[in-house]
């Protein structure tokens, strides 16, 4: 007997291998792997103008790439810059920034819309559609015109009609991007949980971090084309794959400095490195240190093992954050510390030092 497959090929939501893209000779996407098993929720995340969408129309069928493959559901659709299938054979689910509801047609008919374009008959999809409008906790307005709701209301309508046919894969640009800090906030966990609640899988396109970690299991940072680390949004902080990966998180402060034996030597002071923990990153030579925030306590600065001068105190509302500075020269290294209490600028203060969160990268010298 035939060894059974352990899965079948649409256990592979997306498989986006070597993706490039130039515009006029310049590239703007670089050799980009992704992969999605079905009911993945990856966020895209990194800064305006790094390529994000440009990878999203790509996946979407919007825009061909330059090279490599896009499978979805196991299906090629798109392979070098020829003949790639076209975003309505793709079927996948939309939403972006600017809502895109159809002006003309009622909420309830343009949830229905993507049924309509498979050919489900109008009892059929007009009962699926109400359903999806109830899951977006907006069964109460079906009847209503897009143009007579609040942003935060048309955005779920376009959640609504992007998940109504089950796509294969949901697709989202900066969905958030025109709606006030609260509803952002609330929308984004509603959105996390209907994608669950629904098994769907999902690309989220943001620049901020705090949408991509409340939405995302697993986050891709991009950083100029490239992708530059898919992690957990936890190890994305205890092990940022490279320094710019570090600066762009703002984990803490990233210190340019020298390894020396065992010691971090910096302007205006230095650390102890712990033992063993940063294997060939440690040879002597400059380097970047990742002093995280979350890894700096102020301390008595009679034991403490680094002393250092507030410049700033910041208040965050549920604490403060320290602003130091290492040495008393202008070149001095600065590093950022939480703090229960505020502080005066110019004051001394010492500082404890979790050194089993550092990170150290080998610099150009
Ligand atoms: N159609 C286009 N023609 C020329 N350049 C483009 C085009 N689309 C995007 N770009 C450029 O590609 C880069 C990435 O853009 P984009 O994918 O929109 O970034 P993001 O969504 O991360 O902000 C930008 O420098 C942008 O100007
Ligand atoms: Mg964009």
């Given at each position: 007997m035939r060894d059974l497959p352990t899965h079948t090929v649409t256990d592979v939501a997306l498989e986006a291998v070597g993706i490039g893209r130039s515009f006029d000779g310049k590239a703007v996407l670089e050799g980009v792997d992704l992969t999605l098993a079905a009911g993945d929720v990856v966020a895209l995340l990194g800064p305006s103008g790094c390529g994000k969408t440009t990878f999203l129309r790509i996946v979407a069928g919007l825009l061909p790439p330059s090279a490599g493959r896009i499978a979805i559901g196991g299906r090629i659709v798109a392979e070098g810059a020829e003949a790639a299938a076209p975003p309505e054979a793709r079927g996948l689910g939309m939403v972006f920034q600017d809502y895109a509801l159809w002006p003309h047609l009622s909420v309830i008919d343009n949830v229905a819309f993507p049924l309509r374009m498979r050919g489900m008959p109008r009892a059929a999809r007009r009962a699926r559609a109400q359903a999806a409008l109830e899951q977006v906790a907006l069964g109460h307005l079906a009847a209503r015109w897009p143009g007579t709701l609040s942003g935060g209301q048309q955005q779920r309508v376009a959640l609504a009609r992007a998940v109504v046919a089950e796509p294969p894969?949901?697709?989202?640009?900066?969905?958030?991007?025109?709606?006030?800090?609260?509803?952002?906030?609330?929308?984004?966990?509603?959105?996390?949980?209907?994608?669950?609640?629904?098994?769907?899988?999902?690309?989220?396109?943001?620049?901020?971090?705090?949408?991509?970690?409340?939405?995302?299991?697993?986050?891709?940072?991009?950083?100029?084309?490239?992708?530059?680390?898919?992690?957990?949004?936890?190890?994305?902080?205890?092990?940022?794959?490279?320094?710019?990966?570090?600066?762009?998180?703002?984990?803490?402060?990233?210190?340019?400095?020298?390894?020396?034996?065992?010691?971090?030597?910096?302007?205006?002071?230095?650390?102890?490195?712990?033992?063993?923990?940063?294997?060939?990153?440690?040879?002597?030579?400059?380097?970047?240190?990742?002093?995280?925030?979350?890894?700096?306590?102020?301390?008595?600065?009679?034991?403490?093992?680094?002393?250092?001068?507030?410049?700033?105190?910041?208040?965050?509302?549920?604490?403060?954050?320290?602003?130091?500075?290492?040495?008393?020269?202008?070149?001095?290294?600065?590093?950022?510390?939480?703090?229960?209490?505020?502080?005066?600028?110019?004051?001394?203060?010492?500082?404890?030092?979790?050194?089993?969160?550092?990170?150290?990268?080998?610099?150009?010298?």
């Open positions: 894969l949901v697709l989202f640009d900066e969905p958030l991007s025109n709606l006030d800090r609260e509803l952002r906030e609330s929308l984004a966990v509603e959105i996390g949980a209907l994608l669950r609640r629904l098994g769907l899988s999902a690309i989220y396109v943001t620049h901020d971090q705090a949408e991509a970690f409340t939405i995302a299991d697993r986050v891709a940072v991009m950083l100029d084309g490239r992708l530059a680390q898919i992690d957990a949004p936890e190890a994305l902080f205890a092990r940022p794959a490279t320094v710019e990966v570090a600066r762009f998180l703002n984990i803490g402060a990233v210190l340019a400095g020298r390894v020396e034996g065992a010691r971090f030597r910096l302007p205006g002071g230095d650390i102890a490195l712990p033992a063993g923990a940063l294997p060939a990153a440690a040879a002597s030579g400059p380097a970047h240190l990742l002093v995280p925030r979350t890894a700096v306590r102020p301390a008595d600065p009679g034991g403490a093992e680094l002393r250092a001068r507030v410049i700033r105190c910041q208040f965050q509302g549920d604490r403060y954050l320290l602003h130091l500075a290492l040495g008393a020269g202008d070149d001095s290294a600065h590093l950022v510390c939480p703090a229960d209490r505020p502080a005066r600028p110019g004051e001394a203060i010492g500082l404890a030092l979790n050194r089993d969160r550092l990170c150290l990268w080998p610099a150009a010298a």
